[in-house]
């Protein structure tokens, strides 16, 4: 998912944006979203090599619950890391959006995801084409075409990784978010917009002729933004009555959805219990909300910071290539263990170099070049 800096203000005491001429406190880098993310890009890296059925199979060659056996009843739902993932884009989102400009929203963005996701495409397209797995049709390079500007849901090509299918609920998050910004941030705007998605998620249901509001408003994915954006809105001005009224509405919309969908897994032959599922995800809520209300503070690991920063790359990197790589060594008899150990950690290095070597070299390119043409001061392209 993609990476953003996790900090925030301290708590402010008006109830409706910003006072005029008080000078903002120093930001406080939130760590503990920084571990909740790390923990979720690891669920999901585990549940594609050791919590999925059909898919590991045509990789390991054998069913993983018979490899992982006391591993696979829980790495079976580290799928549900991508909720987590919402919830807390739903917080930080927010909190990068405020204050900024929508042009300089769009291109912070824009820094954020496109250079490490170019990157793994390129990854993506060499392992599709240099170590295929026999039992899936290769992408045609039409469609790692179109994956470059990341629409490919909507331009119906494949997704050079599955993963990427994350990103496209993101880019729909970010172009709606960016209407409220041009409007202007506030606790009232950003509050009664998020009434208005939710509202629009749940009668979208009921009416699911309108195509926009399937696409912007989705099921289960706009409650868990929803979800975030109110608890960011708690860290920065405090709890009250009509915050937790929202915050209850997130999660009753989202339980409903949630059981829906999983028990449509459940029906696919996923085995993946609806309640286990959504006790997980209500895990979530109160990890993500123990930080809006300052309980996690005491998370100030230093180290959280690289490992934050390794999220993005981990997350785009490690399904199709950690998959090829599993083929290659366990077919060389290294054992499933050996396999899983040195798979993860190679990609935990990849994703280190892609962040350091591509990533970051990137980013300050296009920030510099992008600054120059919008005739910006020397000081603020080198800050």
Not at 109 to 128: D, E, G, K, N, Q
Not at 349 to 375: C, D, N, Q, S, Y
Request: with cysteine.
């Amino acid at each position: 998912m993609s990476q953003t800096d996790v900090q925030v203000p301290p708590r402010r005491d008006a109830s409706d944006g910003p006072q005029p001429g008080v000078q903002p406190p120093a930001p406080v880098r939130l760590y503990a979203l920084d571990a909740l993310r790390v923990v979720a890009a690891l669920s999901v890296l585990l549940f594609h090599f050791t919590g999925v059925d059909a898919a590991s199979k045509a990789n390991w060659g054998v069913n993983p619950r018979e490899l992982f056996p006391w591993l696979f009843p829980f790495t079976k739902y580290g799928s549900y890391g991508v909720q987590l993932f919402f919830i807390i884009s739903g917080f930080v989102i927010c909190l990068s959006a405020w204050g900024r400009a929508p042009g300089a929203f769009v291109k912070a963005r824009f820094l954020r995801l496109f250079p490490a996701y170019w990157f793994s495409i390129v990854v993506a397209l060499l392992v599709w084409r240099g170590l295929p797995d026999g039992s899936r049709a290769v992408p045609s390079y039409s469609d790692a075409l179109t994956n470059v500007t990341m629409l490919q849901v909507p331009m119906k090509a494949a997704h050079l990784v599955g993963a990427y299918w994350t990103l496209w609920v993101e880019l729909t998050f970010y172009l709606l978010f960016l209407v409220v910004i041009w409007k202007g941030l506030s606790y009232k705007r950003v509050s009664v917009f998020c009434w208005l998605w939710l509202l629009a998620s749940v009668l979208g249901q009921q009416d699911q002729d309108i195509p926009l509001v399937g696409i912007f408003a989705q099921p289960l994915n706009t409650a868990l933004f929803v979800g975030g954006i109110a608890m960011y809105l708690m860290y920065r001005f405090g709890p009250d009555l009509k915050l937790w009224g929202l915050v209850a509405a997130s999660w009753l919309v989202m339980q409903s959805d949630l059981i829906e969908h999983a028990d449509g897994q459940l029906a696919k032959g996923y085995d993946r219990s609806p309640y286990v599922a959504l006790a997980l995800v209500t895990v979530f809520y109160l990890l993500v909300l123990a930080v809006a209300l300052r309980k996690l503070e005491w998370v100030s690991w230093k180290w959280l910071t690289t490992a934050g920063a390794l999220v993005y790359p981990l997350y785009l990197l490690h399904e199709e290539l950690g998959w090829a790589a599993i083929r290659e060594l366990y077919q060389r008899d290294l054992g499933p263990w050996p396999t899983l150990t040195v798979v993860t950690v190679g990609l935990l290095v990849l994703a280190w170099l892609t962040h350091v070597f591509v990533e970051k070299p990137m980013v300050r390119w296009l920030k510099a070049r992008l600054a120059r043409e919008a005739g910006e001061p020397k000081e603020l392209v080198r800050g």
